[in-house]
């Protein structure tokens, strides 16, 4: 058998009847769409030295995505900081000057190696010759886009920059151009109306309620609900001694970053809402503990101390160290909870009652998974275990769902907030255009838990008993109603990636509801800058030429002291673009007064002097 094919002969007979010119050019077509390179998975053709496609680069606070442009997904996704997995930077920043610049070198530092590791370890490209589209968040710091321009034109020396909104760029990855677009990411979640490819920054709404808040949560809930087996001290004492007899509550030190990050994306998902009401759910929890107050009807946990808040149990593991192995294994378990494990601490009626009926209602598993111990229980055989009870898993995301704070809007309520602030006209369109992107809601089921809050939070009327006492032969005053105005857009309410849509009400929402492609929402940022670039289109160009004569000029600016009226510095940041610092245009002169409303200027002193 010979090892070089023979090339395929067509049969005599089709030779006379067939023109020679007709299967030479349907070979050489099909030949171009089906083979691709063999070093890439896609279709399309990648030259050895061109330079023309563009870097995408997608920096988040955590999880950073970078690739060519052109292509359907980022050639690397990878934490941007690996050794403590934490974000590279935060929604505070110092006061003191002096240590806000020990951050900012801190900061410069690791950005600076995960620049290069984009260039030289993941995309193995020369930076010299490749223009970059940085896909921005539209409350990205200023210090921090310059630290990353800086480092990209003055140590990387890259040809040119173009900053894109990753809200804008999304609602292209879907085939739109009017949307509103939530950003669920690690830090916070933001909400940026798009009309016609302009985004509208003045409407932009945020909240804290993001993925670092569920992190938070779910290690409050562990700390209170969750069970811990340590390993045994030895081979015989696994043998002979049950798990129920060592199963303690959860150490601390057990709970670093990373078994958090996989307990959250291998484990948790989002429930349905339950379908008791608050007076409802107030009485179960009273039935299930007796002498119990109307506060029980809230639904978030809280710690088992009352004095410590949710924000203060989630730094319980800030200075420990998470380099543990990421490998876990997993086992479905019917019940976990040992007992005498649920007996309440002082405090903790209130929140086992809310347990209790969080568990009443949910239907998944607890799970069994294998964690390390902790560094100073380290002295026994293998691994220990952490029992995960199944309505954390179901009933954790529900922090992000519960509003009702001026400062931390739930995430349906940002969304409506939003839409009131935008015009009129446009609230029917935005409504049936909804894109939900970021990391977090990639958990299942997070998309149609949120169109069904949405539904809810606009169908909720207050009661007549809530309005203030009157006097007497007075009539009550009307009640507060939030989203009366937003009650008639009910049937438009439509999610773009929503992977199980509701039976649409008007032909808007069957017109988009669920019809946006099929990628991820944690991807659509990126694919939408992927795009931009494969149409050599983006947003505003900075040029290294333009940097480094605006790096050259001196800054003297300050130092003059006269009358004019004052102005923004010379230096390289005015260069980049940033929506909350542009200055406003200037108005209209003063309209000139009519020559016999001006007093001569005789007169005029007269007056003055007398």
Request: proline residues 10%.
């Amino acid at each position: 058998m010979s090892g070089v094919p023979s090339t395929p002969r067509r049969h005599a007979a089709h030779e006379n009847t067939t023109p020679v010119a007709t299967p030479q050019t349907t070979r050489v077509g099909s030949s171009h769409i089906v083979q691709a390179s063999p070093h890439y998975q896609t279709t399309r053709r990648h030259s050895l030295y061109g330079t023309e496609d563009r870097i995408i680069l997608d920096p988040g606070s955590r999880i950073w995505k970078v690739g060519f442009s052109g292509e359907g997904k980022p050639r690397d996704v990878f934490l941007a900081d690996i050794e403590s997995g934490k974000s590279l930077w935060t929604l505070n920043r110092a006061t003191n000057p002096a240590d806000r610049e020990e951050e900012d070198k801190v900061l410069e530092a690791k950005l600076q190696a995960c620049l290069r590791a984009v260039f030289h370890n993941s995309l193995l490209t020369d930076p010299k010759s490749r223009k970059v589209i940085l896909v921005e968040h539209p409350l990205l710091p200023l210090h921090i886009k310059e630290i990353i321009a800086r480092i990209l034109f003055n140590n990387l020396q890259v040809p040119s920059i173009s900053f894109a909104s990753s809200h804008l760029l999304s609602l292209l990855a879907a085939g739109r151009v009017t949307g509103l677009v939530l950003d669920c990411g690690h830090l916070e979640t933001t909400v940026l109306p798009v009309f016609s490819f302009r985004p509208l920054y003045p409407h932009l709404r945020t909240t804290p309620l993001a993925g670092a808040r569920l992190s938070s949560h779910i290690k409050a809930l562990l700390l209170m609900f969750g069970t811990y087996i340590p390993p045994a001290t030895s081979l015989s004492a696994a043998m002979n001694i049950p798990a129920a007899s060592r199963s303690v509550r959860v150490p601390q030190d057990v709970l670093t970053d990373k078994v958090i990050d996989e307990i959250k994306t291998r484990c948790c998902f989002v429930g349905d809402p339950l379908d008791t009401d608050s007076n409802g759910a107030a009485a179960a929890a009273r039935a299930s503990s007796p002498g119990m107050g109307d506060t029980s009807s809230e639904l978030d946990l809280p710690p088992s101390d009352p004095a410590l808040s949710e924000s203060e149990f989630s730094r319980v593991s800030a200075d420990l160290d998470s380099n543990f192995a990421a490998s876990s294994g997993f086992s479905v378990v019917s019940h976990s909870q040992v007992p005498g494990m649920d007996a309440p601490h002082a405090g903790e009626s209130r929140v086992q009652a809310l347990a209790t009926m969080y568990g009443r209602h949910s239907t998944a598993t607890d799970i069994h998974m294998r964690v390390d111990p902790p560094p100073a229980q380290q002295t026994g055989t293998g691994r220990g275990t952490l029992i995960i009870p199944g309505w954390i898993r179901e009933r954790a995301a529900e922090v992000l769902f519960e509003g009702g704070d001026v400062d931390e809007s739930s995430v349906a309520e940002v969304i409506l907030d939003c839409m009131l602030k935008v015009p009129v006209d446009l609230r029917k369109t935005l409504a049936s255009t909804i894109l939900v992107v970021g990391g977090t809601p990639m958990l299942p089921g997070f998309i149609p838990r949120l169109q069904a809050e949405l539904i809810r939070a606009v169908t909720r009327t207050t009661s007549q008993s809530a309005a203030p006492p009157t006097r007497s032969g007075r009539p009550r005053p009307a009640t507060y109603d939030r989203y009366a105005a937003l009650r008639p857009l009910l049937p438009y309410f439509a999610v773009l990636n929503n992977p199980a849509p509701p039976p649409p009400s008007s032909t808007n929402a069957a017109a988009n509801a669920g019809k946006a492609p099929a990628f991820t929402p944690a991807m659509m940022a990126w694919v939408g800058g992927s795009l931009a670039g494969a149409l050599k289109t983006g947003g505003v160009e900075v040029q290294r030429e333009k940097w480094d004569e605006a790096e050259a000029q001196p800054d003297d600016d300050a130092m003059l002291v006269d009358d004019s009226p004052p102005r923004l510095p010379a230096s390289s940041k005015n260069i980049l673009p940033d929506w909350t610092r542009t200055p406003l245009p200037v108005g209209a002169p003063p309209a000139p007064r009519p020559p016999s409303a001006v007093p001569p200027p005789t007169l005029q002193a007269q007056s003055v002097a007398g």
